[in-house]
């Protein structure tokens, strides 16, 4: 079995590479377009009564933000695969690199200012209760939070006095009470009363045992997190694994790219094209949809007319046997000008 070094010489180990990072951008770019998707529908619904601005607070705009870099990094990394384009693959590497440290980053500055964090968080979900029956995409998530988790509210169970229909001075049925997704579950399946919560914001949290949770749902999520750190982990990597893959996706291809770029097998066919060489079509055959599959020998172009100002021998483009001949004229066209040389891969003349 060859080593590791001798495969990565070899043409299989380049499109190996070059398609897992296609396919990998290929699937991603379809998920990001998934969700910009149902971002796009969830705000044309919200806008019908949009009342809530935070970030944290409209689903919604969190979606199509998500959805929109999810497929624009993804389609860069798709076309610069498919191309061997250094510029937009060195684009798309640098991108993940700074998604993923400022998701890190992120991360370190919650942990680090909990307090501040939870502050916010809290200032956050308090406004979102004050619209709490405007906005049905919050609704859902907090619902689902208080059931999942046993909670209620944010900081407390007390945060529902800011909601107008729930404040004590209020006179509709759901003064001075919460939701029932607040409620203590006896038995699982049973019949919910939606009016269990009813007068229990002016009783103490003595009281209340048994009735409603009064633990916050922040205060919930964290121990939650701190007494499954398993399952925290495994969202951590859920999130971080793919996004390191396509960056050591993206290492390994630059490098062969730049490896490819510096062959002394590698021939500019434009410098040549400039200085007067015509060449027929290429035969495409077996190279597949994308026109990029591999093919033994290549799909090197053959020479029609041979400029009259060389005194060269006809230079056929066989690479293996008449190297030095297309070395030659590299560096004759590199010494006509700069002009022929700007924006383009050069052969490395010194091999």
């Known amino acids: ?7 990565r010489k070899t043409i299989h180990f380049y499109y190996v590479v070059k398609f897992s990072l296609n396919v990998y951008s290929m699937l991603f770019s379809l998920l990001g377009l998934c969700v910009l998707c149902v971002g796009v529908y969830a705000e044309v619904e919200r806008q019908k009564n949009r009342t809530l601005e935070g970030v944290f607070l409209a689903p919604a705009v969190v979606l199509i933000l998500l959805g929109l870099v999810m497929f624009t990094v993804s389609v860069m990394g798709m076309v610069a695969s498919l191309r061997d384009n250094k510029t937009l693959l060195h684009m798309f590497l640098c991108v993940l690199c700074v998604l993923l440290a ?5 991360l370190i500055i919650a ?6 964090t939870i502050k916010l968080f809290q200032n956050n979900i308090r406004e979102g209760i004050k619209h ?5 995409d919050f609704k859902n998530i907090l619902d689902y939070v208080q059931e999942k988790f046993s909670c209620c509210g944010g900081d407390e169970y007390k945060d529902w006095e800011v909601n107008q229909y729930h404040f004590c001075n209020g006179t509709s049925a759901l003064a001075c009470g919460v939701p029932y997704t607040c409620c203590v579950r006896h038995k699982v399946g049973e019949v919910v009363n939606t009016l269990c919560g009813y007068k229990t914001l002016n009783q103490q949290r003595q009281t209340l045992d048994g009735i409603i949770h009064v633990r916050g749902c922040i205060h919930a999520v964290n121990l939650w997190m701190g007494d499954n750190i398993g399952a925290t982990i495994g969202i951590c990597c859920a999130v ?4 390191l893959l396509g960056i050591v996706l993206s290492c390994v291809f630059w490098n062969l790219l730049v490896e490819m770029n510096e062959s002394v097998d590698m021939v500019d066919f434009n410098i040549l094209k400039r200085a007067g060489f015509n060449y027929s079509n ?4 077996g190279a597949g949809w994308c ?7 290549g799909y090197l172009p053959l020479p029609v007319v041979e400029p009259d100002t060389w005194a060269l021998d006809p230079i056929p483009f066989n690479l293996e046997q008449d190297h030095s001949k297309i070395l030659l004229a590299h560096s ?3 010494n006509q000008g700069a002009e022929l040389r700007m924006g383009m891969d050069e052969v490395d003349n010194h091999a």
């Open 132 to 136: 709490y029956y405007d906005d049905l």
């Open 111 to 116: 942990l680090i200012f909990e307090k501040t």
């Open 1 to 7: 079995m060859p080593s590791y070094e001798e495969w």
């Open 282 to 285: 290429l035969d495409l055959t």
């Open 332 to 334: 004759r066209l590199a």
């Open 240 to 243: 971080g694994l793919p996004q």
């Open 102 to 106: 400022l998701q890190a980053l992120g």
């Open 291 to 297: 026109m990029c599959l591999p093919r033994d020998g």
